[in-house]
């Protein structure tokens, strides 16, 4: 029998969820290599909001399939990202976030799991990301009230 609500995360997912200077600072050569990082060494904006464009859909789609029998699940995944950030806990927000990859039986991609190294990146990766969870709920709220209707407990996407 599958365990469907079990999560896996690789500790490789939350390395940069640390206070060792030495893991911080390959994490932070990694993210100028992949250009998140400008040359001042500050976060680049546009390829934060790059990331959270090519991430979020994907991942709210399967999320939403994967919760879809479990009362208010996607509702509570939202409100649970979003009292993490109203609180400004942006490493529990990422925390969260790799929890709920390892749940859909995925890996935190590389772009994103770096990007606890910074502060500043990942307060606005996690404000991109809740901008774009916002977006993805208003857009397919109708979706998730029809098929709550029908009785089938998932939209057809």
Do not use: C
């Not at 609500?5 to 893991?23: C, G, K, L, R």
């Not at 649970?80 to 749940?103: A, C, D, H, P, V």
């Amino acid at each position: 029998m599958k365990k469907y609500y079990m999560s896996f995360v690789d500790f490789s997912e939350i390395s940069n969820v640390t206070a060792d200077e030495e893991q911080l600072k390959k994490s932070r050569d990694r993210m100028a290599e992949l250009g998140l990082l400008t040359e001042k060494g500050n976060p680049s904006l546009s390829q934060i909001n790059s990331i959270v464009l090519s991430v979020s859909s994907p991942f709210f789609d399967k999320l939403r399939k994967r919760l879809s029998r479990r009362s208010g699940g996607f509702q509570q995944v939202h409100d649970t990202f979003q009292k993490l950030n109203n609180r400004k806990e942006y490493l529990g927000f990422y925390l969260y976030l790799s929890i709920l990859y390892g749940f859909l039986e995925w890996q935190v991609p590389e772009r994103v799991a770096v990007l606890p190294a910074v502060p500043e990146a990942i307060k606005a990766f996690v404000g991109d990301f809740m901008s774009a969870f916002d977006h993805y709920m208003e857009n397919n709220s109708s979706e998730s009230e029809e098929a709550e209707e029908n009785g089938t407990g998932e939209a057809d996407i």
